[in-house]
């Protein structure tokens, strides 16, 4: 499944109404550990299709950033049935990410 580009508009409906659990990858342009962890999360992506994935760009959403205390980037959120259940900051291995889904 593609990566979605999450938003305050679409948080809602992608993230809290999803059916499946949701990875978001909170991320800017210009962070050196987020370009080295985004093929990761697109791999994640594309092999698990049991998990819906989305990147929040914290320079274009910085209230989703606020709402969840996001203070270092990349960070990366797990939400099951509508709440937030794990999370982990830092570029992480695939292994890790995938071990963050459970």
Do not use: Y
């Not at 999370?87 to 459970?102: F, H, S, T, Y």
């Amino acid at each position: 499944m593609a990566v979605i580009t999450i938003t305050k508009e679409n948080f809602e409906q992608e993230v809290l109404r999803s059916d499946k659990p949701v990875l978001l990858d909170f991320w800017a342009s210009w962070c050196g550990p987020c370009r080295m962890l985004s093929p990761i999360v697109d791999e994640v992506a594309e092999e698990r299709t049991d998990v819906k994935v989305g990147k929040v760009n914290v320079d274009q959403q910085p209230e989703l950033a606020g709402e969840f205390g996001v203070m270092s980037i990349p960070t990366l959120l797990v939400f099951e049935n509508g709440k937030l259940v794990r999370q982990a900051v830092g570029a992480r291995p695939k292994a890790a990410v995938l071990d963050l889904l459970g």
